[in-house]
């Protein structure tokens, strides 16, 4: 296996939320881009994870407080590059389709790029998963005026406007409210269709009715924010 380039000044810097994800996490490094960084934060995984990442020539972020969000904002805080990904760490999204995110990030064409994930095959997104994601873009909608499809973990950003929005949020919430404080503050959100493939192992979020359950109640949390931002902070 090839391992992924270590740049001290990287062009892009990838947020990689791990929980034992020693399995995915051969693929997921290989479809880094060049000259990309990888960073994977490991959130107290009981596998290689971390080793495995460390051995492929990825920069390891350790965050012991666990929550999505937690392992998230580390890996932003620990980047150095102007635009920033995120992406899963399961390899149920391939990091390689950020390339057109980040391009247009840098053309001015977008603040934030989502992607909307297209499940693959059958069984690949949850019944209750999807459910919870169809409520919660529709309270998005509601809250900012945004008409989102999806709230998913593929995405593309500058990291000092990131940085500039105060997230707070360190469990299932921080995808959302990144979004939401983005609203608030006037940026140009877009959403492109992505692959969205089997992943490895079992989530550690909406793989079940009570996962699902938390997050959508983490999120619902954010909508309830009242704005702190005004016009645009780009």
Known sequence: MKAVTHSPHPAVDVVLPCLNEAEALPWVLARIPAGWRAL??????????????????????????RGFGAACHAGLTAATAEVVCFCDCDASLDPSLLVPFVDEI?????????GRRRPRARGVWPAHARAGNLVLARLLHRRTGLRLHDLGPLRAVRREALLGLGLTDRRSGYPLQMVVRAADAGWR??????????????????????????????????????????????
């Open 189 to 234: 959100i877009a959403e492109h269709d992505v692959p969205y493939l089997p992943r490895s192992g079992a989530s550690k979020v909406t793989g079940t009715w009570r996962g699902t359950w938390q997050a959508v109640r983490d999120m619902s949390r954010v909508l309830q924010e009242s704005p702190l931002h005004e016009g645009s902070t780009r």
């Open 106 to 114: 840098r053309s001015g064409g977008a603040d934030l790029v989502l």
């Open 40 to 65: 994977v934060v490991d959130n107290g995984s009981t596998d290689r994870s971390a080793q495995i990442a460390h051995d492929l020539g990825a920069q390891v972020v350790h965050e012991p407080r």
